[in-house]
């Protein structure tokens, strides 16, 4: 059973950068697709990015495309999330996920295909 511990969050001003790590134990994670999904105050939770399980595949919001980069190294068992020119709009908890299915893409960008999520790490974004 896959178990995530997420790093890297924090108060940060506008325009600032922040990588969190999602570092992963008790399971193959190598073999499964990657998603950060992050909540804010008094609204849903909403994805981020997706990456599939080989990292050859990318996904993102369109609030965050070219601003952030999710990335993997399956030999650490580590998924990261780098997120340039933040904005106090993605202040937010901050979650990974483990996708459902075995090498599997399905519904990258809904968090009903994720089964295993990790704890969160608070983002915040100071104007």
């Known amino acids: 059973q896959l178990q995530f511990v997420e790093s890297g969050g924090g108060l940060v001003q506008t325009g600032g950068s922040l990588r969190l790590s999602c570092a992963a134990s008790?399971?193959?994670?190598?073999?499964?697709?990657m998603g950060w999904f992050r909540q804010a105050p008094g609204k849903d939770r909403e994805f981020v990015a997706a990456i599939s399980w080989s990292g050859s595949s990318t996904y993102y919001a369109d609030s965050v495309k070219g601003r952030f980069t999710i990335s993997r190294e399956n030999a650490k068992n580590t998924v990261y999330l780098q997120m340039n020119s933040l904005k106090p709009e993605d202040t937010a908890v901050y979650y990974c996920a483990a996708h459902t299915y075995w090498r599997s893409s399905y519904d990258s960008d809904k968090s009903h295909a994720y089964a295993t999520w990790g704890q969160g790490t608070q983002v915040t974004v100071s104007s």
């Open positions: 008790g399971g193959t994670f190598s073999n499964y697709g």
